[in-house]
C-alpha cells in the first residue's frame, strides 16, 4: 500500500510559467516531507523540504505547500527553465518512526523552450 | 562537501551470483538507507540502519540482506541474484531533520 502518491506521471510546461507538481500522503502521522529532483543515471539530489508546523516553505524558484487536513503537498517552480526537465519526488516520514521515508513514483516534468 | 559513494555505477551478474553492493558516507550520520528504483514505482525501502549493527527491513526486503559493521558504510547484499533484482539502486544517508544524501546509484543487469 502506497503511502506516497504522484498521480501524475508526467507533466509538459513552457519555460518562464509555472510547473506545479503534486503529492498526496496516507499516513497522518508523517511530519516531515521533502522534494528531490532526479536526472537519469545520477543519484536524487535534494530541493527543498517542509515540517508539518509550516504550511508553506520557499527557497528561491521552489516553494513547496502543505495542506495537512488534505494530506496534500505540492511544489510550484517559477519560472520554469528547461534545466529543470526531470523526474521529481516526493517523500514522507515520521520522525519518530526511525527517519523511514517513503517515496511517491514521481513525476517526470519536461520544460519545454 | 558532503559524499555519499556507491561502489559500482554499472553491474552485469548472472543469475545465481552472489553481488555486493557498497555504500559510504563521510558525513557521520547514524542513518543509512537502501532503496531500488524503478520505472513507475519509485524508489521503494528495501532496508534501513539506525545505528552500527542495527538494522531495520524496509518494504522490499526479501531477497537482500544488509551489514553495517562501521558506521560510515552500509553494504547491501544478493544472495542469489534473480533476474526480478534487475534495478537502480541507490544508497543515502541521513542527517536529522535536514535530508537524504543519496550516492550516483549502482545500476545492476542480471542475466
Known amino acids: 500500500d502506497q503511502q506516497v502518491k504522484q498521480n501524475s506521471p508526467s507533466l509538459s510546461v513552457q519555460e518562464g510559467r509555472i510547473s506545479i507538481l503534486n503529492c498526496d500522503y496516507t499516513?497522518?502521522?508523517?511530519?516531515?516531507f521533502l522534494w528531490y529532483k532526479k536526472y537519469p543515471a545520477e543519484g536524487p539530489t535534494f530541493l527543498i523540504s517542509?515540517?508539518?508546523?509550516?504550511d508553506k516553505n520557499e527557497d528561491g524558484r521552489f516553494t513547496v505547500f502543505l495542506n495537512k487536513s488534505a494530506k496534500h503537498l505540492s511544489l510550484h517552480i517559477v519560472p520554469s527553465q528547461p534545466g529543470d526537465s526531470a523526474v521529481y519526488f516526493c517523500?514522507?516520514?515520521?520522525?519518530?518512526?526511525?527517519?523511514?521515508?517513503?517515496f511517491g513514483s514521481g513525476t517526470k516534468l519536461n520544460v519545454k523552450p | 562537501d558532503v559524499k555519499v559513494t556507491q561502489s559500482s555505477r554499472y553491474l552485469v551478474k548472472r543469475t545465481g551470483e552472489k553481488v555486493f553492493l557498497e555504500c559510504v558516507q563521510d558525513?557521520?550520520?547514524?542513518?543509512m538507507f537502501w532503496y531500488r528504483q524503478d520505472p513507475g514505482l519509485g524508489l521503494r525501502l528495501i532496508y534501513f540502519?539506525?545505528?552500527?549493527?542495527?538494522?531495520e527491513k524496509g518494504d522490499i526486503p526479501e531477497g537482500y540482506s544488509v551489514s553495517r559493521e562501521k558506521k560510515e558504510r552500509f553494504s547491501l547484499i544478493l544472495e542469489s541474484a534473480s533476474t526480478n533484482q534487475t534495478s537502480m539502486y541507490l544508497c543515502a544517508s541521513y542527517r536529522l531533520l535536514g535530508e537524504l544524501f543519496f550516492g550516483e546509484g549502482s545500476r545492476l543487469t542480471v542475466l
Open positions: 499516513n497522518s502521522m508523517f511530519d516531515y
Open positions: 517523500a514522507g516520514t515520521a520522525r519518530n518512526n526511525f527517519n523511514k521515508f517513503y
Open positions: 540502519s539506525y545505528d552500527v549493527k542495527m538494522k
Open positions: 517542509i515540517s508539518s508546523i509550516k
Open positions: 558525513m557521520d550520520h547514524e542513518n
